[in-house]
């Protein structure tokens, strides 16, 4: 049983990325209205957050400036556009995917950018340009991150095999990353206690990003920072692929460092994340993601089925489950 | 670290109790859909589910028989009307709150109704009432379960009293319940450490009523299940009073007894819940219910803010800490 104080009292080392621009624009293509990146960078400021993700860094060879919003790509130009030269506490982040990221071009040496973190995404099969990736942008000068997708599908032999290298590598921390909303707080129990093994020999720091098909993100996310993992991402209103993050305002709200305010989250959801919500864009818990996080699937089909705006789930369970 | 043996294996003493006539009439006076009751019977038998409550046993003196549906009052006669004789392994429930059921009258010899499990539901102050319904149903032959209201708002030595009390009196179930949805997961842990001594030395089982006001209501009852506690609460699509309870659809999701089905809970949520949604009828997780779960507040605000239809969520969030 974990100790009450880390209810009563705080960890200082707990830190808060806001992953709204990145993870949310995955079910808008990225075209946040006007002045909504500016409104949620001081909203960030204001909430204590310590870490606001501005987008992708996504290969202009392979992706059609005309067809995203900026965070797709994530410019230094256009972050600096809304946060200028960020004279505050909050720290700017990116994530570059492997293989979709032109990073040797278009990451910056971290002295010429408003950039202060690198998020790194890989799938366990792609280790190697990921390692790549984590020491041409430590060479840089940024913080390193890197999360390792979809682990609820991954042998854990190869997993720990996967964080022998990163804890080799000069990555600082290590994400655990629930990509099809699959996995159980017991789950991610035993899961932080394998990162930790790997953490504390390398001297690495953990952090999560959970995803709400089973409306465990928050749960997973709390259940996480109980077990020592130190970087929590959320988004504001949960806006993220399919079902979604873990909530921002549901963080905020447990989290006891007293730099951390509620109020800014709640006065933001009103302001823009609802009205985003009214205006029609789709996101969040749903029968369709709860089928495919059951299963651990890959959410795909469930999003598709979410934009056919289909109603007929015990058809779509026959669906999901004729995959097994 | 709780054993992995809990998620792969099962525990046959686990035992579903399905609520949502029950929490989910109190968001529209119980007036639910003709047919409604018998499909969902019929779905809950499918998937199953131990039990099905079918509503209050509402004093007719205090409440207007007019002004409610039938799962207010829970006649036998109702209740046959959609059961018949009952001839299946689904037992039936019913809840009578201390101070507003005329249980003497009310409820009958247990010979002569179709009812198997009557539950008590009493706030702390209210025991005595709770222990003399506890003898009385016990007397007429039912098994007996009581939830103890608004743990999180009470004092510990005073919670100790009452549990040495209900260990004393013929109740088969003492139910952990979270009514404003305050509680976090490693709460409930130690709850049910509480509870589990007193379970233990007077032979009672336990079970766990959870709301959802932080995302939680599921998260905090496969906690309850993991740390022994046996009767979970839940209602097809959450529905129930404010943010609503543990979904029905996780639970069975997540429940590894293969007499457990998940189809049949799918298939009445396209069918019955979504339609019901549809129409009109309001409940579920949002801000305003996650602002009295966080500041341990009764959700009758929550619940007002919901009705008035308002939006204004940030001058909400200064009326709730204003009462603080």
Request: glycine content about 14%.
């Given at each position: 049983m974990k100790e009450l104080s880390e209810l009563m009292d705080f960890r200082p080392s707990i830190k808060v990325v806001d992953a709204t621009l990145r993870d949310g624009g995955l079910v808008n293509d990225f075209?946040?209205?006007?002045g909504f990146a500016k409104a949620l960078y001081e909203a960030n400021v204001k909430a204590g957050v310590d870490y606001m993700e501005f987008g992708y860094k996504a290969d202009k060879e392979m992706f059609d400036?005309?067809?995203?919003?900026?965070s797709k790509f994530s410019d230094d130009d256009y972050i600096r556009s809304v946060?200028?030269?960020?004279?505050?506490d909050l720290k700017i982040a990116v994530m570059a995917d492997v293989g979709r990221c032109n990073y040797k071009a278009d990451i910056q040496e971290k002295a010429n950018s408003p950039v202060d973190l690198i998020r790194v995404a890989t799938y366990l099969h792609q280790m190697p340009g990921a390692l790549d990736m984590i020491e041409d942008a430590k060479k840089k000068g940024y913080e390193v991150s890197c999360n390792i997708m979809a682990?609820?599908?991954?042998?854990e032999s190869d997993l720990k095999v996967a964080l022998d290298l990163l804890g080799k590598s000069s990555v600082d921390v290590i994400y655990i990353v629930d990509s099809y909303g699959a996995l159980y707080p017991e789950q991610i129990a035993r899961i932080a206690d394998i990162y930790g093994e790997f953490a504390a020999k390398y001297n690495k720091k953990l952090g999560i990003h959970a995803h709400d098909n089973q409306k465990l993100a928050f749960a997973n996310t709390i259940e996480a920072a109980g077990d020592g993992v130190d970087y929590l991402d959320a988004t504001y209103a949960s806006m993220?692929?399919?079902?979604?993050?873990?909530?921002m305002e549901l963080l905020l709200g447990f989290l006891?460092?007293?730099?951390?305010?509620?109020y800014p989250v709640i006065k933001f959801i009103e302001n823009h994340m609802n009205p985003l919500k009214e205006s029609g864009v789709v996101w969040g818990y749903d029968l369709q993601y709860l089928m495919t996080g059951v299963f651990n699937q890959h959410p795909r089909t469930a999003i598709q089925f979410t934009k056919d705006k289909r109603k007929d789930f015990s058809a779509y369970y026959m669906e999901v489950t004729s995959q097994e």
């Open positions: 075209y946040f209205p006007e400036v005309k067809k995203f919003g900026p946060v200028g030269e960020n004279d505050t682990i609820s599908n991954s042998q993220g692929r399919g079902a979604g993050n873990c909530a006891r460092n007293p730099k951390f305010k509620l």
